[in-house]
């Protein structure tokens, strides 16, 4: 695969041997979609039209690919989970229909009934308490220099361990949603604030999703923030970059609304990011190469930030391709987090013991700056700390203590394994009430 300029100039080949991304027509084997062609499908139009957001036409266009008792198997769990479906062409074609049980991408997005776990009695639908840290809506102050803008509550695809699942998609069986934000006027009491507060140097735009911002959206908030003369950064948080790539190449107005942005920074000595969020190197084709290429080209920074999930990355050789990859394209590994508390998603969580020996394992295999940073966001609004930095841990109980100073200075944060990684008399302890209590109360003595 030969690289070429802006200018089509001929370049020196781009993919060697060992980065060959995918770059066949993949989405031809899907008898729906074989007489697409390349330029059809590489337009985000035709991808947000054709867009899966329901079982029945996702059954309709695998029935040819999979078992009656496999679409079962996924009505049945869609309709326990908290999290509703939106796939695009471009990632549900590159799940292995020929062995969706296994696969990585489908086991992010698509829930299974024979994959439900029992939820841990400590897990809640908002485990990270946004809400109550909220003084504006769709906006969170946990940090004193960084707030979180969410300006959407939609995306371009649905993930099911989603952390803000109480909020983003649309509702349903299981869950009805909490409306945090939508554009125009209901944003104004946010960024009155971030301008009103002169601390905040830091502006996490993200929702729901900045990729469902329109250009002239990008434009508004970035610009309205850069004029803040205390808000030294942004950073957009997208999902796109891994499920919708082709939308830096045929959205010109978005991708150039990005530009000028990071532009304009540069120039005010500030600074503009995308904040991604690839977890497999499934994720990662050609296609995806292209679009951060030109992201690169024009300066834009490019960070991913990964979640550690059972069956998708939660072993050292997936992580390592997976930071390899990224950090060949020019995308910085910034974050690894340890799988939120989410009420409905208990199959994808490890333990804390196993993401740390993940950790052990996987730095060294590539550059320190390279090498993302595994974090624990803490239940009930600690914030971000890194994974091996509990004041208590048990890996019998299952049941880690963290402290927060920086954030909220007399508080114990509890984060949990889930139960399935316990013994059977370990799961008995948390599941009956009174010696929940009593162990809880004993994990709090014993860190205080």
């Known amino acids: 695969m030969i690289a070429h300029s802006s200018q089509g100039q001929r370049l020196t080949p781009l993919l060697s041997l ?11 084997d899907l008898d729906h979609w074989k007489d697409i062609d390349a330029e059809l499908f590489l337009n985000h139009l035709w991808q947000e039209k054709n867009a899966i957001t329901s079982v029945g036409a996702l059954g309709a266009l695998i029935k040819n690919r999979i ?17 509703s479906i939106r796939l695009t062409p471009y990632i549900l074609s590159l799940i292995d229909w020929d062995n969706p049980y296994l696969d990585p991408l489908r086991r992010q997005f698509l829930p299974l009934a024979s994959e439900i776990c029992v939820d841990h009695p400590m897990v809640k639908l908002d485990p990270m308490g946004e809400q109550n840290d909220s003084p504006a809506p769709g906006l969170t102050h946990r940090y004193p220099d960084r707030v979180l803008f969410l300006a959407t509550n939609v995306c371009p695809v649905y993930c099911r ?36 507060n002169a601390s905040v140097e830091d502006v996490v735009i993200s929702g729901g999703d900045a990729y469902r911002l ?3 959206q990008i434009t508004e908030i970035g610009e309205r923030l850069l004029d803040a003369p205390h808000v030294r950064r942004m950073r957009f948080a997208t999902k796109g970059l891994a499920v919708l790539p082709m939308k830096i190449q045929s959205d010109h107005d978005w991708t150039d609304a990005i530009s000028r942005l990071s532009d ?129 841990y048990d890996p019998y109980l299952g049941i880690a203590a963290y402290r927060a100073p ?41 860190v205080k």
Request: with cysteine; proline share 4%.
């Open 67 to 83: 078992s009656a008792a496999f679409l079962k198997d996924l009505e049945e769990g869609h309709r326990m989970a908290p999290m």
């Open 264 to 392: 304009r920074a540069r120039k005010m000595h500030k600074s503009i990011a995308i904040h991604t969020h690839f977890n497999h190197p499934n994720e990662i084709t050609a296609i995806t190469a292209k679009a951060l290429g030109m992201l690169y080209e024009r300066g834009v920074e490019v960070r991913n930030q990964a979640v550690i999930l059972k069956g998708v990355n939660d072993n050292p050789q997936t992580m390592h391709r997976l930071n390899e990859c990224l950090a060949y394209l020019n995308v910085r590994p910034y974050y690894c987090f340890q799988g939120d508390m989410i009420r409905g998603v208990e199959a994808l969580r490890t333990s804390l013991g196993d993401s740390i020996a993940l950790e052990k394992s996987t730095r060294g295999l590539i550059a320190g700056h390279n090498t993302p940073h595994f974090i624990v966001d803490l239940p009930g609004g600690g914030g971000k700390r890194d994974i091996h930095s509990f004041d208590y």
């Open 161 to 196: 361990y989603c952390t803000r699942s109480y909020a983003v998609g649309l509702d349903t069986d299981a869950v009805t949603k909490t409306k945090i934000n939508a554009p125009g006027e209901r944003w104004e009491p946010a960024l009155r604030y971030i301008e009103a």
């Open 406 to 446: 920086a954030v909220k200075k007399d508080q114990v944060f509890l984060y949990c394994d889930p139960l399935h990684t316990l013994t059977a008399d370990a799961q008995a302890l948390w599941t009956n009430p009174a010696t929940r209590t009593q162990l809880l109360d004993d994990v709090l003595k014993s």
């Open 214 to 216: 329109k250009a002239r």
């Open 18 to 28: 060992r980065y060959a991304f995918r770059s066949d027509e993949f989405w031809r």
